[in-house]
């Protein structure tokens, strides 16, 4: 390995840690050097994906105007915003859906962010995705939906939202 090979080596290992441990500045020095936001780690992730399961709010933002791809996914197919739903940074799933997430993108499971916030009970990102027009149709590939996740969970109150919005917008 050339010493050029090393030092990139060094300063994407730096890029990954920060984006879990979230030390911005240190992030936005390694940022302003050029790099490959968008590269995966051994293990699957982006530095985009990493700050959003980490919280790392200012961090997300600093990657997305340095070209991060807001809709990459993991290996298992989950989205950055799928993550940051998982790990409860509701502001970061707002950012990244502000900044053009793909709402409707399914993970390898078929599952979609909606189907997450539903079955999690996340009414206020379950709103959200409605004011951005989610395709609340979608099908995971067992064949549940978003509404039925909700019933299941007994989330009632977002299946009734959900139930109100398919009705509303989608059998006009």
Request: hydrophobic share 40%.
């Amino acid at each position: 390995m050339t010493h050029s090979q090393n030092i990139n080596k060094v300063i994407y290992g730096v890029l990954f840690t920060e984006s879990v441990e979230g030390n911005l500045d240190i992030i936005k020095k390694i940022l302003q050097v050029g790099v490959n936001v968008n590269l995966f780690n051994q293990y699957g992730f982006t530095p985009l994906l990493l700050a959003s399961g980490s919280g790392h709010l200012e961090i997300v933002r600093e990657l997305i105007k340095y070209g991060a791809n807001i809709s990459c996914q993991d290996i298992n197919g989950f989205t950055a915003s799928m993550i940051a739903l998982k790990y409860g940074h509701t502001e970061i799933v707002k950012e990244l859906i502000k900044n053009n997430a793909d709402i409707n993108q399914k993970n390898n499971y078929g599952f979609t962010l909606l189907m997450f916030a539903a079955g999690e009970g996340n009414l206020e990102i379950v709103k959200l995705l409605i004011d951005y027009a989610v395709d609340v149709k979608i099908k995971a590939l067992s064949g549940e939906d978003a509404i039925s996740i909700a019933k299941s969970n007994g989330h009632t109150q977002i299946e009734t939202t959900l139930i109100n919005y398919k009705l509303r917008y989608w059998y006009l």
